[in-house]
Antibody
Framework: QVQLVQSGAEVKKPGSSVKVSCKASGGTFSTYTISWVRQAPGQGLEWMGSFIPLLDIAKYAQKFQGRVTLTADKSTSTAYMELSSLRSEDTAVYSC????????????WGPGTMVTVSS | QSVLTQPPSASGTPGQRVTISCSGSSSNIGSNAVDWYQQLPGTAPKLLIFGNNQRPSGVPDRFSGSKSGTSASLAISGLQSEDEGDYYCAAWDDSLNAYVFGTGTKVTVL
């Protein structure tokens, strides 16, 4: 069974960057597409972008273009999401999710990583 | 500001049927499949319906999805207390070139 384990909570200053990791266990990591979704406190879900480790290709939501970088290390089956120029509005839970190509949907989710941006 | 609109809340008594609507446009629901996610309190979202009306393995058949034009619906029949949580529709949007989620609906079991 594929599981996604994420890095721990972070507290960051405005203007700084944060890098969240998502390690996959089980399955063949290089064949996945890993997406990142965030959820601000009390708010809904927001897709940030997706990364295809097999092709080293990233697709970003326009809102985050230029501020988010998605990468992966195939040797450790770990995906990364780095968000720069943090502001208070970026305070949210950041989750990785596997995009299953057969279902064309996010079938496995990580537990989420809380990122708090505060001076 | 999500491009997929859902009612903020829905409720029912145990055993009742509850329906949640999801309204979109020709660039998302009108031309792409709709997925539904369930988020129980304090947990990560869970895929409930994919491809408009398909259930992943393990999802009870009490949950069903449908789509017509630029709208979609999720029905929960035989409502149970453990169904309390937030439900989100989602679809790819060709204009935004993004996967968009609905505004979310909080389901309460009375």
């Amino acid at each position: 069974q594929v599981q996604l384990v994420q890095s721990g909570a972070e507290v960051k200053k405005p203007g700084s960057s944060v890098k969240v990791s998502c390690k996959a266990s089980g399955g063949t990591f290089s064949t996945y597409t890993i997406s990142w979704v965030r959820q601000a406190p009390g708010q809904g879900l927001e897709w940030m972008g997706s990364f295809i480790p097999l092709l080293d290709i990233a697709k970003y939501a326009q809102k985050f273009q230029g501020r988010v970088t998605l990468t992966a290390d195939k040797s450790t089956s770990t995906a990364y999401m780095e968000l720069s120029s943090l502001r208070s509005e970026d305070t949210a839970v950041y989750s990785c999710a596997r995009h299953d190509t057969g279902m064309d949907a996010f079938d496995i989710w990580g537990p989420g990583t809380m990122v708090t941006v505060s001076s | 500001q999500s491009v997929l609109t859902q009612p903020p809340s829905a409720s029912g008594t145990p055993g009742q049927r509850v329906t949640i609507s999801c309204s979109g446009s020709s660039s998302n629901i009108g031309s792409n499949a709709v997925d539904w996610y369930q988020q129980l309190p304090g947990t990560a979202p869970k895929l409930l319906i994919f491809g408009n009306n398909q259930r992943p393995s393990g999802v009870p058949d009490r949950f069903s999805g449908s789509k017509s034009g630029t709208s979609a619906s999720l029905a929960i029949s035989g409502l149970q207390s453990e169904d309390e949580g937030d439900y989100y529709c989602a679809a790819w949007d060709d204009s935004l070139n993004a996967y968009v989620f609905g505004t979310g609906t909080k389901v309460t079991v009375l």
